[in-house]
């Protein structure tokens, strides 16, 4: 059984670019979630897809997007970078009734 | 509005002595989830328990237990013998309604650091 993999691992983008992560869901997950985690502080819910379809959305701005494809990946797209966008980003996936599966993160930093 | 609330930035102690995190959450909801995650320093959250609103029990693992209080909404985490490969920061999350794999609202973190 596989986990959760995010990829890349470590990132920098300049201010107004755009960035996309990626996460590979665990085998059998068929939700995923994705957080923001800022130094030092706990993470954020951005948003979670479940089938295909965004489940929930977090407060965070339109221009953080995601997709969830049919194998259950997920990708978090940002766009219009700003420096407070630099943070660890978190991806898990889920099944009903089950417990969450983390990845190891993207590290973001926008300089 | 719910809240996770961490008090405890970073706490040092020497192996083998106990320590206990504090947990303290807020929420309108009667059905809710509570969860402890362990961080390492390489950034994986890893699951360490979920306790429903339900079940006030208290839990051991090996040298980790569980203190869950409704009347004064503590959820509190104790490691008995510590070891230097208990250093990370700890995070305490609610989840709110009947589904666990909902949005998790997470405290602050508390950093563990066990000295040799």
């Known amino acids: 059984e596989t986990g959760v993999t995010q990829s890349p691992t470590h990132l920098i983008k300049t201010r107004g670019q755009q960035v996309t992560l990626r996460c590979s869901s665990q085998?059998?997950?068929?939700?995923v979630s994705w957080y923001q985690q800022a130094l030092g502080q706990g993470p954020q819910f951005i948003f979670q897809y479940y089938r295909e379809e965004e489940n929930g959305r977090g407060n965070f701005p339109p221009r953080f997007s995601g997709l969830q494809f049919p194998n259950y990946s997920s990708e978090l797209n940002v766009n219009a970078l700003e420096l407070d966008d630099s943070a660890l980003y978190l991806c898990?996936?889920?099944?009903?009734?089950?417990?969450?599966?983390f990845g190891s993160g993207t590290r973001l930093t926008v300089v | 509005a719910q809240k996770v609330t961490q008090a405890q930035t970073e706490i040092s102690v020497v192996e083998k002595e106990d320590v206990t995190l504090d947990c303290v959450y807020e929420t309108r909801d009667t059905t809710y989830y509570l969860f402890w995650y362990k961080q390492p320093p390489s950034g994986e959250l890893v699951f360490l328990i979920r306790?429903?609103?339900?079940d006030e029990q208290n839990e051991i693992s090996g040298r980790y237990s569980w203190n869950f209080q409704k009347s004064t909404s503590s959820f509190n985490f104790t490691i008995t013998a510590s070891q230097v490969v208990d250093s990370a920061v700890y995070f305490c999350?609610?989840?709110?309604?009947?589904?666990?794999?909902?949005?998790?609202?997470w405290g602050a973190g508390t950093k563990l650091i066990i000295k040799p």
């Open positions: 898990a996936s889920s099944n009903r009734g089950g417990g969450y599966t």
């Open positions: 999350a609610l989840s709110e309604g009947s589904d666990s794999n909902y949005q998790l609202i």
């Open positions: 306790r429903n609103s339900f």
């Open positions: 085998s059998g997950h068929n939700t």
